[in-house]
């Protein structure tokens, strides 16, 4: 693009077009793996009829039994981490929304490359556990879904670190991906030549977004 | 000339899919941190006289979308249908229906003919949160048996093919950057670094 086709900027615009642009690549090149993870896996959970969708469904199931002391803890989810500690269990922690069956404890502990749900008879003190492990492409596109809260289920809470950190990454991947769209407008807005025919396709993305709300809700 | 038209390309497409980024990571938000309280219904609406499918005990899959569909023409709604339950004991056909700002929960008493229909309009949030979420991975079968499923589907899909260009063509033109070369790798070994670290921590 020519110099001429943008008028020239006082020094505070200057510099701020100038860290615009390079916080523009910057951001995307430190983000480039987790925006390709987040994409792949968009379309193998959107595409269920996928072979390669059905192939990560596929999972080796384990079934054994344990004995264990008696869990200490003054709540439930106490008592399940230290049976996790017991068990050698590392994952977040899916507690069942009903009370507890009078000398059991049941639970449940995910992360993207396995499951475990596990009941537990406290006065026999013996766990009966169900392992799942899961193919690389199911740990893979399960990632993109591991947040540990449900918002539609308001008791479930994040309680493993590991997910807290995940979801750290997966909320800087969105704030960086808002600050990478707004700072493009400016960018595009200062690029004279070309704002007529952005302006129309911009319009219609909008419109396209704007439909999925109004036209449909 | 491939340095122009990969950075128009990137321009342009980058401008039309950035809505539906900013709806995506706009929704990363509400998803992660949100809690809503599913079952508050704000109307409940009955209506009589209504023609059961035929069959409607036997349907599955599809046939029982079928028969949902036909129900929901009579009561006058549109959305994506969840799935179909059929309780034996009651004889009461039940399905949730779903579209971006309102949520549905359709019971049909099949011996009274009468369709209890409730609602439960959803904030702008939570419609972010549901086309996030949609067409998703769950019964596969039945799912997009809406148009407006299978239409944001094929946005959705649109969205992340040129979101893959768009970052390959970054790429590109920030090689082309020579000064910005050194700097950039560092950026991206960074991210590289963090990404694996990350995906360690979480699955060792």
């Not at chain 1, 596990?118 to 899961?134: K, Y």
Request: glycine share 6%; net charge positive.
């Amino acid at each position: 693009m020519s110099s001429s086709a943008k008028p020239r900027p006082n020094a505070g615009t200057a510099l701020f077009e100038k860290w615009n642009r390079k916080l523009h690549f910057y951001l995307g090149l430190y983000f480039l793996f987790f925006l390709w993870l987040f994409s792949l896996t968009g379309l193998l959970l959107n595409h269920g009829q996928w072979p390669i969708s059905m192939a990560a469904n596929a999972r080796k199931e384990t079934r054994y039994e344990r004995p264990i002391d008696l869990p200490a803890g003054a709540t439930d989810l106490d008592r399940v981490r230290d049976l996790m500690r017991q068990l050698n269990l590392r994952g977040e922690i899916d507690l069942p929304a009903v009370q507890q069956e009078p000398g059991r404890l049941t639970f449940g502990v995910s992360r993207p490359s396995d499951a475990s749900q596990v009941r537990v008879d406290l006065n026999t003190r013996l766990a009966s556990i169900q392992h799942f492990d899961n193919s690389a492409l199911a740990t893979f596109r399960i990632f993109h879904t591991f947040s540990g809260s449900r918002y539609n289920q308001p008791a479930s809470q994040r309680d493993w670190v590991a997910t807290s950190m995940w979801v750290i990454a997966m909320d800087a991947l969105a704030a960086g991906l808002i600050a990478m769209v707004l700072g493009s407008y400016y960018m595009w807005w200062r690029l004279k030549p070309k704002r007529q025919l952005g302006f129309i396709i911009l319009a219609a993305g909008y419109a396209a977004c704007a439909w999925f709300f109004m036209g449909l809700g | 000339m491939l340095y122009r038209w990969t950075r128009d390309l990137h321009l342009y497409f980058g401008l039309f899919i950035s809505p539906f980024l900013l709806l995506f990571a706009a929704s990363v938000f509400f998803l992660n941190h949100a809690k809503i309280v599913p079952d508050k219904w704000l109307s409940v609406e009955t209506f009589q006289n209504v023609q059961i499918p035929e069959a409607i005990e036997r349907a599955q899959g599809k046939d029982a979308i079928g028969c949902a569909q036909a129900i929901l023409e009579q009561v006058r709604i549109t959305g994506e249908i969840g799935f179909t339950r059929f309780v034996k004991q009651t004889r009461h056909f039940v399905f949730p229906v779903s579209k971006p700002g309102v949520e549905t929960t359709v019971d049909v008493d099949i011996d009274a003919r009468a369709a209890t229909v409730s609602r439960r309009p959803t904030s702008i949030w939570e419609a972010f949160g549901y086309l996030h979420k949609m067409p998703g991975p769950h019964n596969v079968a039945i799912r997009g048996n809406w148009l407006g499923t299978r239409v944001w589907r094929w946005f959705a899909d649109a969205t992340i093919y040129l979101t893959l260009f768009i970052t390959i063509s970054g790429i590109y033109l920030w090689w082309a950057l020579k000064a910005e070369r050194r700097i950039g790798l560092v950026l991206l070994s960074a991210g590289i670094v963090t990404f694996v670290a990350l995906i360690y921590v979480v699955i060792r």
